[in-house]
């Protein structure tokens, strides 16, 4: 069962979910403080959660929950607190932790849907030139999360990323490249890089033979390349 519409909804759609209860009905914006939001996605959850006890529950949070510049938000707060939820509840679960993921979505809030836009319309906006963002793939995201299910690697909390993060500066250079449009930001001196577990993820990308090397490229131009 799949509990969503968006983009890592759809994504799963495509494999057998029988015996999983997959949660990917969440907040689409991590900046906002709209209480109710919240509210309705926790509902959504207990609901489902109580209807289906037997199904392994897969939760998809954010690796933003180690991110010490984020701790204060509400997103995270939430975040933390469902996970909490989780880990008490009686089936199997396992709670994804994952990045910036990157695919076919009408969504503005994205990292890189909000570069593509600005930069493709000509549009000015502010860049943090010390923050860094981890850009995965949703392919990847959903590969990864079901061979860990396939395994039985359950009842734990996992990032699942990619094994490289990017100086965001990097990522606009992409899309002025992708675009052919100079980015029409001012770079200011904000941001910051934190930590977070990678182990995982470098071992499901070598499984999977996936290349890091230039893998910034190969996804935006998966994404925003002109057919």
């Not at 209807?51 to 180690?66: E, M």
């Not at 071992?203 to 490229?217: C, G, W």
């Amino acid at each position: 069962m799949i509990i969503g519409s968006g983009l890592i909804a759809g994504r799963f759609s495509q494999f057998k979910h029988d015996n999983l209860l997959l949660f990917a009905s969440g907040v689409s914006n991590s900046r906002s403080n709209n209480k109710n939001e919240y509210n309705r996605e926790l509902e959504l959850l207990e609901k489902h959660n109580v209807a289906n006890p037997a199904k392994t529950l897969i939760y998809f949070s954010t690796y933003s929950v180690v991110d010490p510049s984020q701790k204060d938000t509400y997103y995270v707060k939430h975040k933390l607190a469902v996970e909490e939820y989780i880990k008490n509840r009686k089936g199997d679960y396992l709670i994804v932790r994952t990045s910036n993921i990157v695919g076919k979505t009408s969504n503005p809030n994205t990292i890189t849907n909000f570069l593509f836009n600005h930069i493709n319309n000509q549009q000015e906006f502010e860049c943090w030139q010390n923050a860094e963002r981890n850009l995965l793939d949703v392919d990847h995201l959903v590969n990864m999360c079901m061979r860990l299910v396939a395994h039985n690697l359950i009842n734990r909390t996992v990032f699942l990323v990619n094994p490289i993060s990017y100086p965001v500066p990097k990522i606009v250079a992409q899309f002025e490249k992708i675009t052919g449009k100079t980015a029409l930001c001012t770079y200011v001196d904000k941001g910051a890089v934190f930590d977070f577990d990678k182990s995982v993820s470098e071992r499901l990308f070598k499984d999977h033979s996936v290349e890091t090397s230039n893998y910034l490229e190969m996804v935006i131009q998966k994404y925003y390349g002109k057919d």
